[in-house]
């Protein structure tokens, strides 16, 4: 680049990950007992709430939900619901319930959360003209359709800033247009995040469920890709009533994904590397029930640090004495959603 001197001095990747080194990550896992592994959840769920910019005060109860149901459809072996509930004041969330026609119920329940991309369409069979369609197509394969053919009720949420929920501007673009901006920088601007946005949604989307007399709210999980991924990890972390999660596409480390590599910036905690790693956040997840699928060519999120991270959530399992409880599966694709063994095993832990 120039003439004698050292090209990695203009490098901002290379300075970040110089950066990355020597970052304290202060609440990184340590703990050897279970009792120690307990205040550890503790504290980092408390300081991970305030880094992604907290969430909502709840002093005199829950905003009111409002459900509508807006449509009611019969598809083979399901039932599914476009449904529209509020998340807090001025703000409401587009949601498709799938009910298996044959489940027991109350029945057991996934909450799905797409990744980026055409939003929730994309995982309950509808193509870009909204026409049905079958063929499970797109690198999401309508992993809602296919837990409800797994015999489990899904909640499929439309994320802020996907699908229906974009900005004015956004929205006349395609579908398959990242939209994420302006509202993920918005959010940084007035000191939150947009996890935390989206993180609120799937807690309300609990709230939901909760009201439906067809759905087992003490059998509720959480699954998602990619950033759906993203949403699912901090989600089960700082949510207790999730009882079992499945991240596609995300389980990695900071340094390997978001901080190499181009991603959109509703991936981003500020000041995250001070305390914690990937890893550490999926560890307070334990000892729940938690399955991560990694594509071999996964070119986001690659795969060495996948299952480097994914050892050491394994050891945080292991000393709250829950390694059964915690696997990975490595499938020959790309960033995409697989669900061989990772629905399955849903389908197990929520006894469906």
């Known amino acids: 680049m120039t003439k004698g001197l050292d090209d990695r001095r203009f490098d901002p990747v290379a300075y970040t990950l110089d950066r ?19 205040a550890w959840q503790k504290t980092l769920r408390a300081k991970l709430t305030e880094l992604i910019g907290g969430l909502p005060i709840i002093a005199s109860g829950r905003q009111p939900l409002r459900p509508v149901t807006l449509e009611t459809r019969a598809f083979p072996g399901y039932r599914r619901e476009k449904i529209v509930f509020d998340s807090r004041p001025g703000v409401s969330v587009l949601a498709y319930l799938l009910l298996p026609e ?4 109350p029945a057991a329940t996934m909450i799905c959360v797409p990744g980026h991309g055409r939003g929730v369409d994309d995982i309950v069979g509808i193509d870009e003209q909204g026409r049905d369609r079958t063929d499970k197509a797109g690198y999401q394969h309508d992993f809602a359709i296919q837990v409800a053919e797994a015999g ?28 994420c901006e302006p509202a993920a920088g918005g959010a940084l601007l007035v000191g939150e995040t947009m996890i935390a946005w989206r993180v609120w949604d799937v807690m309300r989307t609990l709230d939901y469920i909760a ?10 999980g959480c699954m998602g890709i990619s950033g ?19 991240v596609s596409g995300y389980l990695n480390t900071f340094r390997d994904s ?9 991936n981003y905690v500020p000041g995250i590397l001070n305390w914690a790693e990937m890893h ?7 000892p729940r029930p938690l399955f991560v699928e990694s594509g071999e060519k996964d070119n986001i999120f690659p795969i060495d640090a996948s299952i480097e991270s994914f050892k050491q959530v394994r050891e945080i399992y292991g ?16 960033h995409s959603f697989w669900g061989k063994r990772g629905i399955p095993f849903l389908a197990r832990h929520l006894s469906a």
């Open 20 to 38: 990355y080194t020597a970052a304290p990550r202060r609440l990184r896992f340590q703990a050897r007992t279970r009792r120690q592994a307990e």
């Open 102 to 105: 044959k489940a027991q119920t």
């Open 152 to 179: 489990m009720a899904a909640v499929a949420i439309e994320p802020m800033g996907f699908g229906c929920r974009r900005d004015p501007i956004n929205a006349r673009q395609s579908l398959s247009r990242k939209a």
């Open 211 to 220: 009201t439906r007399p067809e759905l087992d709210s003490s059998r509720v």
């Open 228 to 246: 759906g991924g993203t949403v699912t990890s901090f989600s089960t972390a700082l949510e207790p009533r999730i009882r079992v999660a499945l």
């Open 258 to 266: 978001v901080g190499s590599l181009a991603h959109c910036i509703d």
């Open 280 to 286: 550490d956040i999926a560890g307070l997840i334990a």
């Open 319 to 334: 000393v709250f004495q829950a390694a059964d409880r915690v696997e990975q599966e490595v499938f020959p694709g790309e």
